[in-house]
Each structure stands twice: as C-alpha cells, then as structure tokens.
C-alpha cells in the first residue's frame, strides 16, 4: 500500500493563473496534477481543497481507478468543468506517483511509445493575412509540420486568435470581461482568402488548421468548409457550438473538411454521439477537463472504434503539467492525431520545470520517471492569483453571441 498523507492546492501566476494539485506519499513520493479551468480557477481550487482532500488522506495512491469512480460516483452531482477538472488534478497526480514508483516515464505504464515523437501545431496569427503568413513561414522555419491560422477580419475591431504577442497568446485578457464584436458575414467572406494565401505562400507539404470557435450555425459552417475544401485543411475546428451533436450531421452533409471538436467536453457522454456516428474526425477533450488520463483513454479508445483521432487541446490555458501528461498520452495512444502546442512564457517554465522537449516539429515528453514535471513552490508564491476573465461577443447590433 502507497498511502496518501497529504495533499494541497496550489494557486499562482507566472503571467497566467495556474491550479496545481500536489499530493504526497507516506513513503515521500509525490505527484502534481493541473486542476487549471481559465476564468474559474479558484472554484477548482476549493472544490479540491474543500470537499476532495479530505477523502483522499489515508487512500492507497496506487488505486487509481477505484479513486477515480469514488470522485466521480461518490460526489452524486456528476461531470461539468469544475467536478471533471478537479478528478483530472487526482488523477494525474497519482499516474505521476505510480510511474515513480515504477521508475518508469509515465508513456511506459499505459502501454509504451505507439510513435518515436508527438506531432504538434502552432498558432500563426496576425491582423492582416500577410501578418499572419509570416508567422507561419517562422513556424515551418522552426520545424513544424502543421500550423493553425487565424487572421482578423477587414471590419472587426478584434478577432478570435490574434493577439498582440505572436508567441505567448492569453485570451483572458481582463479583470472584468472585454466585449468583442463578431460579423459571421464578414467572417465567411476573409477566411476562404486567407488560406487561398496560405497555400500559394506555403505549398502543400505543412499541414494548415483553423478555429472556427464555435461560432457558425451548422448551414454556415457547412458552406465554410466547402469553401475551404480546394485548401485541404488537417481539419476546421469547433465549427459551431456542440451542445447538441445533430448540428454537426448538418454539417457532414455539405462538406468533406475534417472537422474537430471537444475541448470544452468534459466526459465521455459528451462525445458519445459525435464518435459513434462518426460525425466528427478529430475528438479535442483535454487531460485537465475531461477526467484526467483515466477517463481520456476511454475516449481515445472509444474513438478508436470509428476511425476517430484525437487531437487534444494544449493551449497555454493549460499549465506544463498538463502538457507533459497530454505528451504521456499522445505518446502511447494508437489512434493520435496531432497535439495543440502553445509555448508557455519563460516565467510559467520556471515555476514548472519539465523535462519534456520540442525537435522538428514533435514534442517528446522524456525519461524522466512520472510525468517528468514539478512545481517549485517557493517561485509560485511569488506569483499571486490575479483576477481575469475570457471575453464575451456581440454581434454587430449589440445581440449576445458564442465566443
């Protein structure tokens, strides 16, 4: 028996907050787990501090599935972002400490490496489509195999993906809400042009993606992705919202553009539908919102079944922890697709060292045994939490819209 002897939250913000879960062994062991839900972080932190520490103490740490049920069976308010995020921190933290414990990389416990590296995309972004075509050429300079494109829209303000710093781009941008304005017109007009461009720039050999982000109806996202299909996207992303998984055959219908979707999905029930009548081509749930690596490999095997890939999302909303967990899993996985790669700033890195690495256009999460990540909590401290929220969108005539 591993016993569990004490277990804490972690909140800081080393240019973003951060949830981190620690939990130690009687026998010193221990694993970190990232709890982090942009916008709504410190109600994770005290779902874990208030109501689910307190029934890990005295728990065998090598119990990870029976864990797992209990925190979800047990809490009888099942599933949603703040519950599923808070499972993930667990469970993460006790994968960490069972490779540990094994002496092992995590990838080496769920079954050993399916592939030499992780295949990773960038985000090129820019206010115009040449801003943004140079951003992707520094990409594909760098090694990348794959780049998502996003560029504003001639007659929006402000546009979903483009951001000021082409590096380091952080949607929560505010203390209170910002409010965009969003043109669905305006939109379906500039994005057919920009990937015109981008394959006359770029050629054929890189693989291009876009984030729609949830913002079409199904016909209008039908009629993009025919619009797009002479470009061959890897795949369009989030094309409308996925609350109700029929918008989706909608879509299916009016055009052969992959498509993806997933990283607001917090279990399995959520993705059910949309895999088994293979109305989607790339499942994005997240190790840190849907369950942790427990319950993502049961999507991913699900997935599996029907040709579906996994394509998780990694954007710097999620802490290193994560990504090296997602490296762990993307590694392993016989059914990968392609793995969300947003670099982290140079102070997140430092509150998080990690032994995870990028080569040619593929991250590897290392040798290290466990997950290969901390947290040096002495340098979180100096980071305190700062309120910020993610934007919300108005349509033109001042009408709530989907961000």
Request: with cysteine; proline share 5%.
């Amino acid at each position: 028996m591993l016993k569990i002897a004490a277990a804490r939250t972690v909140v800081t913000s080393p240019g973003r907050n951060f949830v981190t879960l620690k939990i130690e062994t009687q026998d010193g062991l221990t694993g970190v787990g990232d709890a982090t839900l942009n916008g709504r972080e410190l109600a994770v932190a005290s779902y874990l501090s208030d109501h689910v520490i307190p029934c890990l103490i005295g728990r065998d740490a090598h119990q990870i599935e029976d864990i797992w049920q209990y925190l979800y069976k047990g809490a009888y308010w099942r599933r949603g972002p703040v519950t599923m995020s808070a499972i993930a921190a667990v469970d993460m933290a006790l994968w960490d400490i069972k490779a540990k414990a094994a002496g092992m990389p995590l990838y080496q416990l769920l079954g050993g490496a399916s592939r030499t590296g992780v295949m990773v995309y960038g985000h090129a972004n820019g206010e115009t489509v040449e801003e943004t075509l140079a951003a992707a050429r520094d990409y594909v300079a760098q090694g990348y195999k794959a780049v998502r494109l996003q560029s504003g829209v001639p007659g929006l303000t402000s546009t979903y993906g483009v951001s000021k710093d082409k590096l380091f781009y952080e949607p929560a941008d505010a203390d209170l809400p910002t409010e965009n304005v969003w043109s669905t017109s305006k939109y379906l007009r500039a994005a057919p042009a920009l990937f015109a461009a981008a394959r006359e720039a770029l050629g054929w050999d890189v693989h291009l993606l876009h984030d729609v982000h949830h913002r079409l109806t199904p016909i209008d996202a039908g009629r993009l992705g025919k619009d797009l299909e002479p470009y061959r996207l890897f795949w369009m992303e989030d094309a409308t919202p996925a609350e109700n998984p029929e918008a989706f055959r909608i879509i299916r219908q009016h055009t052969t553009t992959p498509l993806a979707v997933g990283e607001v999905f917090n279990s399995i029930w959520d993705c059910k539908q949309l895999i088994e009548e293979q109305l989607i081509d790339y499942i994005r749930a997240t190790v840190t919102h849907a369950g942790g690596i427990t319950h993502l490999r049961r999507i991913a095997s699900l997935a599996a079944l029907y040709n579906v890939r996994t394509g998780c999302h990694g954007a710097t909303d999620l802490s290193p922890v994560s990504m090296a967990a997602a490296l762990h899993f993307g590694l392993s996985v016989p059914n990968f697709g392609i793995q969300e790669y947003m670099r982290h700033t140079a102070e997140t890195d430092a509150v998080f060292p990690h032994a995870y690495s990028f080569d040619d256009g593929y991250l590897h999460p290392g040798e290290a045994p466990g997950l290969g990540v901390d947290i040096d909590e002495a340098l979180a401290a100096k980071h305190p939490y700062r309120r910020a929220y993610l934007p919300v969108n108005r349509l033109e005539d001042g009408s709530m819209h989907d961000w």
